[in-house]
């Protein structure tokens, strides 16, 4: 995945586009947790002037997910924006020897730092260390961010017959419609709970 592992220098002041196509397992996208039919496409725009290397760009491919209510697997289209800022990591270049780490001399009255408030676009600062960005992490993230987490194979899925299993956007199964709690339940609920203590 050389594509997504460009040197810094070759980012110029007027940018750098980067096009390739991946698997899913190069992009760190393992089944079965990501499926993928064919491969992804990414492109990417990077841009470095003052302050963070932006990348902005796109993915697009095809799912397979796996419907929440009838468990069958479907193909989805995908397209994920891909949106994130790079910045060097601090102190990558110069780490301090441990003999020089200056002690720590507890003051009294000092106050933990306040932590600097969080923006929106925080999520999506990335850091490197080196001359090169690794997007894979980057790319690999947002397509997990982007997936459903209710995967449904159409809004109207009837799901799976509580009792039998039978898929019931394949047909009817013929099992009496469930109605609300079960006699039979309320009876095992008072069977365990005046059994053998
Ligand atoms: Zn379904
Ligand atoms: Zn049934």
């Known amino acids: 995945?050389?594509?997504?592992?460009?040197?810094?220098?070759?980012?110029?002041?007027?940018?750098?586009?980067?096009?390739?196509?991946?698997?899913?397992?190069?992009?760190?996208?393992?089944?079965p947790e990501e499926k993928f039919q064919g491969p992804l496409t990414v492109q990417l725009e990077l841009v470095?002037?003052?302050?963070?290397i932006t990348v902005t760009g796109t993915l697009e491919g095809t799912a397979i997910r796996q419907c929440v209510r009838c468990l069958t697997e479907y193909a989805e289209p995908l397209f994920v924006t891909l949106y994130a800022g790079y910045l060097p990591q601090p102190g990558a270049a110069s780490k301090p020897t441990p003999a020089e780490t200056p002690r720590r001399s507890p003051r009294r009255g000092?106050?933990?730092?306040?932590?600097?408030?969080?923006?929106?676009?925080?999520?999506?600062?990335y850091l490197y260390q080196g001359d090169h960005l690794d997007l894979v992490p980057m790319v690999r993230e947002q397509v997990i961010l982007a997936a459903p987490m209710q995967?449904?194979?159409r809004e109207e899925c009837l799901g799976l017959c509580p009792q039998c299993g039978q898929n019931l956007n394949e047909r009817r199964c013929g099992c009496p419609p469930e109605q609300g709690p079960s006699p039979f339940?309320?009876?095992?609920?008072?069977?365990s709970k005046g059994g053998n203590a």
Do not use: F, K
């Not at 110029?12 to 190069?26: D, F, K, N, R, V």
């Not at 470095?48 to 963070?52: K, S």
């Open 151 to 153: 995967p449904l194979c």
């Open 48 to 52: 470095h002037h003052e302050g963070p």
């Open 1 to 31: 995945m050389d594509t997504l592992n460009p040197a810094i220098v070759d980012i110029a002041s007027e940018g750098l586009s980067l096009s390739c196509t991946a698997t899913g397992p190069q992009l760190g996208l393992d089944e």
């Open 185 to 191: 339940r309320v009876l095992r609920g008072r069977q």
């Open 110 to 125: 000092a106050q933990p730092v306040e932590p600097v408030e969080e923006t929106e676009e925080a999520d999506e600062v």
